[in-house]
């Protein structure tokens, strides 16, 4: 069975820095993409940046290259996005989710991460 | 990259057919038969119910349908279901990388 199972919840302060993970198993971590989604409280899904294990390349959002890091760590299956300085407006969930190398469709996603930022 | 443009809000009774747009540019759902459909229920996972403009996951009930026509893609539900209730969100895959989300549409049944 597949799983992507998520860091639990984050309070931090403005300033702070972070790293949430995203463990996958059941399946070839090295040939799924990952990508990590945010949902500010009340709004949309958005696409941050994704990364492909198997080869580290990587693709980030406009929006959020330079305020977030991607990474993976094949030898423990388990996919980051990390902070060097959170803001308030970083207040939100987070969602990791998976895609067959060579599809173009997220088919499992992880639970959440909550992050509470404040000022 | 902007977020591809949903209605905020589409209602409709038990048993009506319902659809959802989603337009992009060129660059994305016009240049590319790569948008997939999310349902997401508040509190919950998303889930995919439509990849590929039309196909359907295996386990996803064949009332949710997808097209595309140009820059516009759609989704259908047929036999609106109380339990559709939900945000709903198309993706594509983009030239610029890596993926755009629609602006998500909140369904209502009434």
């Known amino acids: 069975e597949v799983q992507l199972v998520q860091s639990g919840a984050e309070v931090k302060k403005s300033g702070e820095s972070l790293k949430i993970s995203c463990k996958g198993s059941g399946y070839s971590f090295s040939t799924y993409w990952i990508g990590w989604v945010r949902q500010m409280p009340g709004k949309g899904l958005e696409w941050m940046a994704i990364?492909?294990?198997?080869?580290?390349?990587?693709f980030y959002n406009p929006s959020f290259r330079g305020q977030v890091t991607i990474s993976a760590d094949k030898s423990i299956s388990t996919a980051y996005l990390q902070w060097s300085g959170l803001k308030a407006s970083d207040t939100a969930m987070y969602y990791c989710a998976i895609a067959l190398d060579g599809n173009y469709y997220w088919d499992y996603w992880g639970q959440g991460t909550p992050v509470t930022v404040s000022p | 990259q902007s977020a591809l443009t949903q209605p905020a809000s589409v209602s409709g009774s038990p048993g009506q057919s319902i659809t959802i747009s989603c337009t992009g540019t060129?660059?994305?759902?016009?240049?590319?038969?790569?948008v997939s459909w999310y349902q997401h229920h508040p509190g919950k996972t998303p889930k995919l119910i439509i990849y590929?403009?039309?196909d359907r996951p295996s386990g996803v009930s064949n009332r949710f349908s997808g097209s595309k026509s140009g820059n516009t893609a759609s989704l259908t539900i047929s036999g609106l279901q109380a339990e559709d209730e939900a945000d709903y969100y198309c993706s594509s895959f983009t030239t610029s990388r890596p993926y755009v989300f629609g602006t998500g549409t909140k369904v209502t049944v009434l």
């Open positions: 590929d403009v039309s």
């Open positions: 990364i492909y294990p198997g080869g580290s390349e990587t």
């Open positions: 060129g660059s994305d759902v016009g240049g590319y038969n790569y």
